[in-house]
């Protein structure tokens, strides 16, 4: 039994001015992740690609795998980008001989000239191969296109937000696969979505509105459905299926698929004013944190959270912090490589004075974003590599590039050369610093930072930033998603 393996996962805010070249895929490499290299950086890992080689390896099955490609979300990827990912994977397949296709993607990449990259990728293979099984995973953030489930034998999405079953998800989706080879089921699915862009700050799954629905899949799952998800979609890609669908997976019952479906788009549609997040100002937020007394305090920057497509280098929140005296404090991360190279020349255990961040323009959002001068000493230099903890993606190897930590004083700033959200608490124990004896923990991030750090925190503090994550609206410009749509038409 041969099977094929591969992965592209990109999530693309179509407002981000953060580019996206095909090295941003493995981590500033130019070299392709993929074969042996690729199975041993994945196997045992929480990962998509790490469930469908667990269930290859329980079923004997010889794995082919052309590609392992993951990349920070970022703006759309070039076309040269995108073709040279699905070339990787369609050459494979024009070679033939694979018994099943396990593809690992994420659900809202999008590429020059092309809304829907994943169903492009899709829709090719199956002109070559109209036959052969194929499994996909996708995020919960996907957004759904006809192309995506048409072409494809069973989809799985994720159930928890932040992501810490993604393992299972392709478990799931490899043992559809598995049971159809043997003759066992006849996957059938449908798909639809509502007019709604649910906010990214309402998705999280520790509570509603998502937390019921992502349980009543759970339920319909252990109820026999193969697979149900709701996509609650990424809303920061301004394409014309952007948004909340449901796809369901059963074993020959398409009217079955259909009603389940229904079910889970009427109960998010009934609760739509639950998901729209309503920002509050800066400076009483941190006013309000200086307030409390028992750390560690959890501060978010999420106007600018890199696993969303933000520049990962505004300075508007650091900047009141600092302002507003805030003591023993923790900020992660500034992403400004120039700053890194300059602390990193000057020496561990030197003054130095800096200009951070504001380096990337955001010509999408109204709001511009400044550099910030600070002056501290250089506590830590090292070259950012770690491994996650988990329960998010554990065993997957990050690389933050030159990594640096400025010491104010009363903040200790890291300073990254490459993208990292920071949800796994490796992120500061690599640099030397432990959340738990902060007061204050400062993190750009928007619901993932749950996954490392939300048992820790006694209070958490939403801080209106600057970004191309931005929760309001009405920053960007959107002209392309299907309208009307809620909440930005009065439906």
């Not at 019921?212 to 799952?221: A, D, F, N, T, V």
Request: proline letters at 6%; a negative charge; charged letters at 25%.
């Amino acid at each position: 039994m041969r099977w094929l393996l591969a992965m592209i996962k990109h999530e693309t805010n179509t407002f981000s001015p953060v580019p996206t070249p095909l090295e941003r895929f493995f981590r500033g490499n130019p070299e392709i992740l993929a074969g042996e290299r690729a199975i041993r950086a994945y196997e045992n890992t929480d990962s998509g690609l790490g469930g469908y080689i667990e269930v290859a390896r329980r079923e004997g099955a010889e794995m082919v795998v052309p590609v392992a490609a993951e990349s920070w979300p970022s703006g759309p990827a070039s076309a040269e980008t995108h073709e040279r990912l699905c070339t990787l994977i369609l050459d494979e397949v024009k070679r033939g001989g694979f018994d099943a296709i396990l593809l690992d993607l994420h659900g809202a990449m999008v590429a020059e000239g092309v809304e829907d990259a994943e169903g492009d990728l899709l829709r090719r293979l199956r002109e070559i191969d109209p036959k052969t099984p194929v499994a996909v995973t996708l995020d919960m953030h996907a957004n759904i296109y006809d192309d995506i489930v048409d072409n494809a034998t069973v989809i799985s999405g994720f159930h928890t937000y932040p992501h810490v079953d993604i393992r299972d998800a392709g478990v799931r989706a490899a043992n559809v696969i598995v049971r159809t080879l043997k003759g066992e089921i006849k996957p059938v699915m449908t798909w639809a979505n509502k007019p709604m862009l649910p906010h990214i700050m309402c998705q999280g799954t520790h509570a509603a509105p998502n937390k019921p629905l992502q349980e009543r899949c759970k339920e319909l799952e252990a109820g026999g459905v193969l697979a149900a998800s709701v996509f609650v979609g990424f809303p920061h890609a301004d394409i014309r299926e952007a948004g909340l669908s449901a796809v369901v997976c059963t074993d020959g019952n398409l009217a079955d698929a259909e009603r389940h479906r229904d079910e889970l788009l009427e109960r998010a549609w009934a609760g739509r004013a639950d998901w729209v997040f309503h920002p509050e100002p800066l400076a009483p937020t941190i006013a309000r944190a200086k307030a409390i007394e028992q750390g560690p305090v959890v501060l978010l920057d999420h106007f600018d959270n890199t696993g969303s497509g933000g520049t990962m280098d505004t300075t508007a929140v650091l900047a009141e912090v600092l302002r507003q005296e805030l003591d023993n404090v923790v900020f992660y991360a500034i992403c400004d490589p120039q700053a890194a190279q300059e602390a990193a020349a000057a020496g561990v255990g030197s003054a130095i004075t800096l200009k951070l961040g504001g380096k990337l323009p955001m010509p999408a959002i109204k709001e511009p974003s400044e550099p910030l001068e600070v002056t501290g000493r250089v506590k830590l230099v090292f070259d950012g590599v770690y491994l996650n903890r988990g329960p998010m993606y554990r065993g997957v190897r990050n690389d933050t590039g030159l990594t640096v930590v400025i010491d104010t004083g009363r903040v200790e700033i890291v300073v990254v050369s490459r993208h990292q959200e920071p949800f796994d608490i490796n992120c500061l124990l690599s640099a030397g610093i432990d959340p738990l004896q902060k007061r204050y923990v400062v993190l750009k991030s928007r619901i993932h930072w749950r996954a490392g750090f939300s048992d820790m925190a006694t209070e958490i503090i939403e801080c209106t930033g600057v970004g191309v994550t931005t929760s309001d609206y009405g920053q960007l410009e959107f002209k392309n998603v299907r309208r009307p749509i809620y909440p930005l038409d009065p439906l």
